[in-house]
């Protein structure tokens, strides 16, 4: 059964600062993996969706990359504001299961002005 | 274009009660998923509609039923609620190229 691990759960950082969030994942058979955003008490809002066959997506600030054979994907924001405060989950598309997304748990990521 | 819709946003019910979770999409999209937010549980897949006139279960289906009425609309019935039903219930839809696309939620509260 596939697994779905963030770290760090929580992280909170100043504003300004570059910063890197983890997502790994037990089985590399996925057909993509895809980041989202959720604020509080709100939706998921897409970010990055990456391609079993691409190595990372960029847009803005946020830059994903996804190393399959090693089951692990980064997120990376550049010059981190007040606004990316939010949950950002990942999740992958195992093959065969028909697109279904197994999700990680979230890390919370605040940053302080 | 709205993009996936919910309603109710808020619903709190009695034990024993019913009710319908209503999802809709204006994006033309084939595929459409039911998932639930739990603290510590993350997002958990309940069942989906790879194609109108399709569904299947996912990982947490006993306790509902879905209906894909047509292609624009999925709604997740709820027959006799529990307490342990009370959740975050999403709704979503995917894009031909694999990009699911969220709702704003539903609110469930079981007394």
């Known amino acids: 059964k596939q697994e779905v691990t963030q770290i760090p759960a929580a992280l909170s950082v100043p504003e300004g600062e570059n910063l890197v969030l983890n997502c790994s994942f037990t089985?590399?058979?996925?057909?993509?993996l895809q980041w989202f955003r959720q604020d509080p008490g709100k939706g998921l809002t897409s970010l990055l969706l990456?391609?079993?066959?691409?190595r990372e997506q960029t847009s803005g600030r946020l830059n994903a990359s996804l190393d399959k054979s090693s089951g692990r994907s980064t997120l990376y924001i550049a010059a981190s504001q007040p606004g990316d405060s939010a949950t950002y989950l990942c999740?992958?598309?195992?093959?065969?299961?028909?697109?279904?997304?197994?999700f990680g748990k979230g890390t919370l990521l605040t940053v302080n002005p | 274009n709205a993009g996936v819709t919910q309603t109710p946003k808020f619903q709190v019910l009695k034990t024993g009660q019913s009710m319908t979770l209503q999802c809709a999409q204006d994006?033309?999209?084939?595929?459409m998923y039911w998932y639930r937010q739990d603290p510590g549980m993350g997002l958990r897949l309940i069942y989906y509609?790879?194609?109108?006139?399709?569904?299947d279960k996912g990982e947490v289906p006993n306790g509902y039923n879905v209906s894909r009425l047509n292609k624009r609309e999925f709604s997740l019935r709820l027959e006799s609620a529990a307490p342990s039903q009370t959740s975050v219930y999403f709704c979503?839809?995917?894009?031909?190229?694999?990009?699911?696309?969220f709702g704003p939620g539903t609110r469930l509260t079981v007394t």
């Open positions: 089985d590399s058979a996925i057909y993509n």
């Open positions: 994006m033309n999209h084939n595929s």
């Open positions: 999740a992958v598309a195992e093959v065969g299961s028909n697109y279904k997304l197994t």
């Open positions: 990456i391609q079993s066959s691409q």
């Open positions: 509609s790879a194609s109108e006139g399709t569904t």
């Open positions: 979503a839809s995917r894009t031909d190229y694999y990009e699911q696309y």
